[in-house]
C-alpha cells in the first residue's frame, strides 16, 4: 500500500479476522494519513489505526485487521485462498486424483509463466 494511494475521505474497506466476531468486510471512510498510520471511521466502531507499510491494524490484543482500498482485493484474496485449498486436495498424502493428462496440463500452465 502506497501513501500517494490513501486519500483523506477516501472509501476503504476492512478486512475482519476470521477469529473475530467481526464482519468478513466492512466499509470505512479514511480521516488521517500520517507518515507511519492510517486512521479510519467505522461506523458504529471506534477510529482504527492501521499501518501505512502493511494495511494491518495496530491492536495490543485481539485480532488484527486489514485494510483494502477496493472490495475486490478483499474478494480476490478470499477466492485465491479458496482455490488454493481445492487444488491442493488433488494432490494430498503423496497421491494424485488427476488424470496423467490433466497433470500435464496443469504442468503446462504452470511452466508458461
Do not use: W
Not at 6 to 31: H, L, N, W
Not at 74 to 84: A, R
Amino acid at each position: 500500500m502506497k501513501k500517494e494511494d490513501i486519500k483523506v475521505g477516501q472509501i476503504a474497506f476492512i478486512e475482519g479476522s476470521r477469529y473475530s466476531g467481526d464482519s468478513p468486510i466492512s466499509e470505512c471512510e479514511i480521516i488521517k494519513v500520517g507518515r507511519k498510520y492510517v486512521t479510519v471511521k467505522e461506523t458504529s466502531r471506534r477510529d482504527s489505526k492501521l499501518s501505512l507499510k502493511s494495511g494491518v491494524e495496530n491492536v495490543i490484543y485481539g485480532a488484527a485487521r486489514r485494510l483494502h482500498l477496493s472490495k475486490k482485493s478483499i474478494l480476490d484474496k478470499k477466492m485465491t485462498e479458496d482455490l488454493s485449498k481445492v487444488i491442493s486436495g488433488y494432490f494430498s498424502y503423496g497421491t494424485t486424483k488427476l488424470t496423467l493428462e490433466k497433470l500435464i496440463k496443469i504442468k503446462e500452465i504452470i511452466d508458461s509463466k
